[in-house]
């Protein structure tokens, strides 16, 4: 997996490699949309954002991408099922790897987190599960025990299901037990529904649905949804030059007076799939092609980066031994602090400044650490 950054107007700025061995090992079910590759029948993991916007949330297999069976027929035990976050700086953290029994030999699809401790889980059976380390494991919901993906918008945990129920379900807020989960709207479109995106009022909700052009009731595309204060209506369905078959993952920007929608197609004609922009002015919306996959290349997921960590970073205290001296350094505005025991109590070294100068005696040990 790679996880590349563009500017929204297709302009190539970044990738990051997501290690494929290692401690931190993280790999996904492969093809999607590459020609003569199991066209067709995979599906699998999708980005998402934590509820704080500083990390996208990446969910996948924590084993290394030589392991030589079926990741989706191995039990969690053997290859755990993975979350992991990317901060705005590209640092990559293999948050959890999980080996509860629940994902045993399922499709890992989606994780989301609140950016601190706790963490939910989906796949296309069991339904969504807490494992964060705040509680203990427990099931949310199993009324959509398959979500083709699962997704966190205003606070709120959202799923799509291409089976019983084929629809948009809602868990209102982020749960750490069992908790009522709301079908907000099932629909006879068909077993082709697979990503969504949600208004910051969530009023609006946009579905892809990756089934053919020519497909009854309605074709494949993204389908609008609004609701009028009692019931979700579907109001068009948006077909802009995706090809024969609609698009997969689908993220938007609401802050203009028409949304705009960018999603990845599901070309297989072609040997890599696109990027595509679409400004919704209503049924009728064109849209643009920003770029394709590269070679042997499929573009999985699509979300908006993370934002800058408003948290300040932990600071740094090294130490390096100078004969009998140890010389301590630091960098930032911080005070050096010393105690005769490693629990504390701690207090200020008085006009310490960095580089600082500790000579080492025979008693007491002395303990140092940083304070704003």
């Known amino acids: 997996m790679y996880l590349d950054q563009y500017a929204t107007d297709g302009t190539y700025i970044n990738t990051i490699t997501i290690p494929e061995d290692g401690p931190?090992?993280?790999?996904a079910i492969g093809w999607d949309n590459i020609s003569g590759v199991n066209a067709g029948s995979t599906t699998g993991t999708i980005l998402t954002r934590s509820l704080d916007g500083r990390f996208i949330v990446i969910a996948g297999y924590h084993t290394n991408l030589n392991y030589g069976a079926n990741l989706n027929n191995t039990t969690s035990a053997l290859v755990p099922k993975g979350v992991a976050l990317i901060d705005s700086y590209g640092q990559y953290t293999l948050a959890v790897a999980d080996t509860n029994s629940i994902f045993d030999n399922s499709l890992w699809r989606a994780g989301i987190t609140d950016g601190t401790n706790n963490y939910w889980g989906g796949a296309n059976l069991?339904?969504?599960y807490y494992f964060g380390f705040d509680a203990p494991t427990s099931l949310v919901q199993n009324t959509m025990v398959n979500m083709r993906s699962m997704a966190l918008f205003n606070g709120d945990i959202y799923a799509v299901?291409?089976?019983?129920p084929n629809g948009v379900l809602k868990i209102s807020g982020m749960p750490k037990t069992n908790s009522s989960a709301s079908v907000l709207f099932t629909t006879s479109i068909g077993s082709g529904l697979f990503d969504l995106t949600v208004?910051?009022?969530?009023?609006?909700?946009?579905?892809?649905?990756?089934?053919?052009s020519s497909a009854t009731p309605e074709p494949g595309g993204i389908h609008r949804f609004d609701f009028d204060g009692s019931n979700w209506n579907l109001s068009?369905?948006?077909?802009?030059?995706?090809g024969n078959l609609g698009p997969r993952y689908i993220t938007a920007d609401f802050s203009g007076a028409n949304p705009v929608l960018y999603?990845?197609?599901?070309?297989?004609?072609?040997?890599?799939?696109?990027?595509?922009?679409?400004?919704?002015?209503?049924?009728?919306?064109?849209?643009?092609?920003l770029l394709n996959a590269g070679p042997n290349q499929t573009f999985r997921s699509i979300r908006f980066g993370p934002i800058p960590n408003?948290?300040?970073?932990?600071?740094?205290?090294?130490?390096?031994?100078?004969?009998?001296?140890?010389?301590?350094?630091?960098?930032?505005?911080?005070?050096?602090?010393?105690?005769?025991?490693?629990?504390g109590i701690y207090t200020n070294i008085t006009s310490a400044t960095s580089p600082y100068t500790n000579a080492i005696g025979p008693a007491p040990r002395r303990f140092f650490r940083l304070s704003n």
Do not use: C, E, H
Not at 312 to 334: F, K, T
């Open 24 to 27: 931190g090992s993280m790999v």
């Open 236 to 242: 068009y369905t948006l077909n802009a030059g995706f």
């Open 126 to 128: 069991g339904g969504t």
């Open 161 to 164: 299901g291409a089976a019983t």
């Open 263 to 289: 999603v990845t197609s599901n070309d297989q004609t072609f040997d890599n799939n696109r990027i595509i922009k679409i400004v919704d002015t209503g049924a009728g919306s064109a849209g643009t092609t």
């Open 199 to 212: 208004s910051p009022n969530g009023n609006v909700i946009y579905v892809t649905d990756q089934r053919s």
């Open 310 to 343: 408003p948290i300040a970073p932990r600071p740094l205290l090294s130490g390096v031994q100078s004969g009998n001296n140890l010389i301590l350094s630091w960098s930032g505005a911080y005070n050096l602090q010393s105690s005769l025991n490693v629990t």
